[in-house]
């Protein structure tokens, strides 16, 4: 059997933060791949 | 050279070989490698112990060059192409039939969760079913640019939860002029074995056999500080794919610590640029590679560093050594080699470099 349950208010902002630092990494590797090429 | 002259040796050597009967202590058989070049394997012999194959390798090399993994090559071939592998096992497996579950997790221990967030314009399409038949709305809540869909808490062990869509772009955006992806995670948490075909998150029918550019970019990787994740035991299947867009599955499954299989693609045929770049990266449990037997077209960096960090990797090569060139490669894990079809490359150690490090 599943539960389903909303996200807490606390669960949204870690996420929020853990989406934002990620995708920070993303394009500091993109910016590594820019320079490797040139 | 034709599967009888084969079967004659191994008999002329004292073995019981025959191209027919299944139950012979060696069977050959011709093999199917998918392309119209020449094979991977033209045959494949398969012994019903470690002590036939012993016997069976005395018998084949007066005539062939065998080598350590039981590839069977032709003496003083230009070309190289091998001819035939040895394998052991009793009966060749019949060919699996392409997945037609929908994606599904399923607990391996008690309230293990499923949820996932995005950061895509519009929240990914997903409806959730506890038994494959009757579906409700994956909903979610948005806070800060980031959707947080509910979680889904697998109570007991054994416990599956469904999921499909219809994202045909992918889980995954990349605004024009922008060089940020906005991306979407799955966050699980206990322990979780996958399985059911991938392609359902982008089509509940699942006809696409083609993943968009960037639609799995990240989609299982571990994200934040420590040591990745140990969650997700087993991948879903990714067999119906044939083809993988650009950054297709980059980093899908980064730092999986606990998944011991690669996801097999054996109708994978085009992998664009990046597309499996660092797909397996961290993920320190594996002890099989992903079978891509029929994969013709490799984009720029499609594979580099697939495997990164793996320290028990083998790279076989074949190799022209007057002109430098790969003619063949493939990776070998303790337990299953791999075949990647062939590239061109421009030496040897460039591929090892390339593949296991991205360089």
């Not at chain 2, 079978?291 to 074949?318: H, K, N, Q, R």
Request: proline share 5%.
């Amino acid at each position: 059997m599943i539960k389903v349950t909303k996200p807490t208010k606390k669960q949204l902002a870690e996420n929020a933060d853990k989406m934002k630092a990620a995708i920070e990494k993303l394009k500091e590797r993109a910016k590594e791949r820019e320079n490797e090429a040139k | 050279m034709n599967i009888n002259e084969i079967v004659g040796r191994l008999k002329a050597g004292g073995l019981d070989a025959s191209s027919t009967n299944r139950s012979a202590a060696v069977y050959v058989t011709e093999a199917r490698s998918g392309r119209a070049e020449p094979g991977w394997f033209g045959f494949r012999i398969v012994c019903d112990s470690e002590a036939t194959e012993r016997r069976v390798r005395a018998v084949l090399s007066r005539w062939y060059d065998i080598d350590a993994n039981g590839n069977v090559w032709r003496l003083k071939s230009k070309n190289r192409v091998p001819l035939m592998a040895i394998k052991r096992g009793g009966v060749p497996p019949t060919p699996p039939t392409p997945t037609s579950d929908y994606l599904y997790f399923e607990a391996a221990q008690a309230n293990s969760t499923v949820s996932m967030m995005s950061t895509m314009s519009m929240a990914p399409d997903l409806e959730y079913s506890t038994d494959g038949e009757t579906w409700q709305e994956w909903q979610h809540t948005t806070a800060e640019g980031t959707h947080t869909f509910d979680t889904l808490t697998l109570t007991n062990i054994g416990d599956r939860v469904y999921l499909r869509g219809d994202n045909p772009n992918g889980l995954c955006e990349v605004p024009e002029g922008v060089q940020q992806p906005n991306f979407s995670n799955f966050t699980l948490t206990g322990s979780i074995n996958g399985g059911g075909n991938i392609m359902s998150l982008l089509d509940t029918s699942m006809v696409l056999t083609e993943v968009p550019q960037y639609g799995f970019v990240l989609l299982f990787s571990f994200l934040g500080e420590g040591q990745g994740s140990s969650v997700l035991l087993t991948p879903p299947a990714m067999d119906t794919i044939t083809a993988i867009g650009d950054f297709g599955c980059y980093s899908m499954y980064g730092e999986c610590t606990s998944l011991t299989a690669a996801a097999d693609m054996p109708s994978l045929n085009v992998i664009g640029e990046n597309a499996l770049k660092q797909a397996y990266s961290g993920c320190s449990s594996l002890t099989a590679a992903a079978d891509m037997p029929i994969v013709s077209s490799f984009g720029e960096s499609s594979i580099a560093s697939m495997y990164e960090g793996m320290s028990d990797i083998t790279v076989l090569c074949e190799a022209d050594m007057q002109t430098q060139t790969v003619t063949s490669l493939k990776f070998e894990f303790p337990e299953l080699p791999v075949n990647v079809g062939t590239k061109t490359l421009d030496t040897l150690l460039g591929v090892v470099m390339y593949i296991v490090y991205g360089v």
